[in-house]
């Protein structure tokens, strides 16, 4: 069994923050790893790891049946797929965190 911080990261951290999304209405992300048969009668997705390099994308789905703990599966999808499985994505990041999560008073 593996452990890892379920916290996003990259090599040097310059720029942390949040994201959040809103799952499709149709042909959400479990509904694409049911299509591929990744997702199984009873399981759910707890989790998503996105990551992406210079040429580099990576998907992973953390699935559970709630009886036998989390497993990881490596998900092989191209970024519009990902994408198509959300409705609303939005990231914020700042330079060293330091607005993440912070009211912000800003000039236009």
């Known amino acids: ?33 049911r299509g591929k048969g990744v997702l199984k009668a009873g399981e759910i997705v707890k989790g998503i790891s996105f ?6 994308f990576d998907v992973e789905a953390f699935v559970s049946d709630d009886e036998h703990g989390l497993r990881r599966e490596k998900v092989k999808m191209t970024l519009e797929e990902f994408f198509k499985t959300f409705k609303r994505f ?4 700042s330079r060293n965190g330091e607005l993440d999560d912070q009211e912000i008073e800003f000039k236009e």
């Open 1 to 33: 069994m593996e452990k890892e911080h379920f916290k996003a990261h990259v090599q040097y951290d310059d720029w942390k923050g949040s994201v959040a999304a809103d799952s499709a209405d149709q042909e959400d992300f479990s509904d694409f790893l």
């Open 51 to 56: 990551y992406s390099a210079e040429r580099f």
């Open 90 to 93: 939005s990231v914020k990041i």
